[in-house]
């Protein structure tokens, strides 16, 4: 592979309080983020809120910033838009908060008809998402989180010993909360696109981890005699290179995606960058690190001998 930084020493467990205080305040972040989600005060979708889905079928393409900008001027500023370049098909989501006195679907047919009365229209669909179809939305998006959770610790354990899937699992469980806590305070919404990019950045953030714990397991057991800092160190240092232009490549993938990807996918690809970046750090600065904090009895691979 590329070798985008050569042979690197640096110290990265002489720098990891620094970091465990740094990834503290991004959990803390998340934890946040979950709390006002819990209490409903939360920017979530209409997954999660409730609210109104409406699809139209127009003779005409119609153009997503005209559709945009007339809901805007009719009261409808937070309205999500879908195209279909199939059929001229259009998806107008609309949250709960936004529903004035009348069925906000028989105000938005409204609306278009007016705002395109030289492209007709018939309705495909309409959808009413009430809030207990979103409370059960965030269940199992908690419960498909917890499973990934689980799994993560299982796999790992299996693959190298509990201590490593218990870093990684935290390390990940750091990831997700560390994006969903930037993304809560960025005021961007928290709707299924976005706990789908929580999904993909966490398997995403193990890959790497486990590149790393793959460098440290063959070095524990090449070099029993050095301090475990001194040999995780050294793992992370070895594989840093590939870590970095991995991440790199993901991460140019996704700028694009953010930039030219649609307005559709703007949240979605933007909780993915910030997931490698986070993703990245914390293999390195999280994951690896966390092995020395483990207080139970050391395993076959984190022994050492005097």
Do not use: C
Not at 129 to 155: E, F, S
Not at 250 to 263: D, K
Request: proline share 2%; aromatic share 8%; net charge neutral.
């Amino acid at each position: 592979m590329f070798e985008l930084l050569g042979k690197t020493n640096i110290d990265f467990i002489g720098k990891r309080n620094y970091a465990f205080v740094f990834s503290a305040i991004l959990a803390v972040l998340g934890v946040i983020t979950i709390i006002q989600i819990a209490r409903g005060q939360a920017n979530t979708g209409i997954d999660f809120a409730g609210g109104t889905a409406v699809q139209l079928q127009f003779e005409q393409p119609a153009h997503l910033d005209e559709a945009r900008a007339l809901l805007e001027r009719e009261g409808f500023p937070d309205a999500e838009l879908q195209e279909f370049t199939e059929g001229n098909k259009l998806l107008i989501r609309v949250k709960k908060q936004t529903t004035i006195q009348e069925k906000t679907a028989d105000r938005l047919v409204e609306v278009f008809k007016k705002g395109f009365a030289d492209n007709p229209f018939v309705v495909d669909s309409t959808t009413e998402i009430g809030p207990t179809v979103g409370a059960k939305l965030q269940q199992d998006a908690v419960k498909a989180i917890t499973i990934a959770m689980i799994g993560i610790v299982i796999y790992i354990a299996l693959r190298f010993e509990f201590r490593f899937g218990v870093a990684a699992a935290v390390a990940t469980f750091h990831d997700v909360l560390a994006v969903l806590g930037i993304m809560g305070m960025l005021g961007r919404e928290i709707n299924l696109l976005i706990v789908t990019a929580l999904l993909t950045l966490a398997g995403y953030s193990l890959t790497d981890t486990v590149v790393v714990f793959d460098r440290i397991r063959e070095n524990l057991r090449n070099r029993r005699r050095d301090p475990l800092g001194q040999v995780i160190n050294q793992g992370i240092n070895q594989v840093l290179s590939r870590t970095i232009v991995v991440s790199l490549t993901v991460f140019l993938v996704l700028v694009a995606l953010f930039f030219f990807g649609g307005e559709v996918i703007h949240d979605f690809s933007l909780a993915l960058l910030m997931g490698v970046v986070v993703g990245t750090y914390s293999s390195i600065f999280v994951a690896s690190p966390l092995l020395l904090l483990w207080p139970g009895a050391q395993g076959k691979l984190l022994k050492r001998t005097a």
